[in-house]
């Protein structure tokens, strides 16, 4: 099973105040264009995901020597600074709804401490990738998991790979 080989994740990230920051396909391009990134510079093996309006799921192997939350930290910093610069050129107004009272940012795109699980079993393996094809279905924007361009469970139906970054579960 290829996720023998490394560690396995169950990830969610939220954006701040589950806003509908993600409604705009552009955010969910720099998404994939980041997972995209981290596959080629052989970071991460990408086996699932979903964009949403306002969270994300991935199920993704952290390729040693990397750790999960140096990935994690650089992946998720990534996306929102280059959502926040393009929210300061194109949507002004829509920025200062992610404005902060920190000391560390002026702005904060995510919620802090984003969910990350092992998974140590076939099991909970399944179950995390029916979880996450499901979501869309579930937010009724879609009524089959894979019409949702967002999400790799056109590719797990299909076995067609449009994003160029997947690697199939092998169970």
């Known amino acids: 099973m290829i996720f023998k080989q490394y560690n396995a994740y169950y990830t969610t990230a939220t954006i701040l105040e589950w806003k509908y920051l993600l409604k705009h396909d552009k955010y969910k391009d720099i998404i994939i264009d980041s997972l995209k990134y981290l596959v080629e510079k052989r970071r991460i093996i990408l086996n ?3 964009i949403m309006n306002n969270h994300m799921h991935l ?3 952290i390729v040693e020597p990397n750790e999960l939350s140096a990935v994690q930290r650089d992946f998720l910093r990534f996306v929102a600074q280059n959502i926040k610069y393009d929210l300061k050129k194109h949507h002004p107004n829509e920025l200062k709804r992610y404005k902060v ?3 560390d ?3 904060q795109i995510w919620e802090r401490n984003p969910l990350s699980v092992e998974i140590w079993s ?3 393996m399944r179950q995390k990738l029916n979880y996450i094809h499901q979501n869309p ?3 009724n924007l879609v009524s089959d998991p894979e ?3 967002y999400s790799s469970a056109y590719f797990y139906k299909t076995g067609i790979d449009t994003f160029g970054m997947l690697t199939h579960i092998d169970f």
């Open 137 to 139: 279905v579930r937010a």
């Open 59 to 61: 199920i993704w192997q």
């Open 105 to 107: 940012r002026e702005y």
């Open 101 to 103: 009272d920190a000391a």
């Open 48 to 50: 699932a995901f979903v």
């Open 147 to 149: 019409k949702y361009k």
């Open 122 to 124: 076939e099991w909970v």
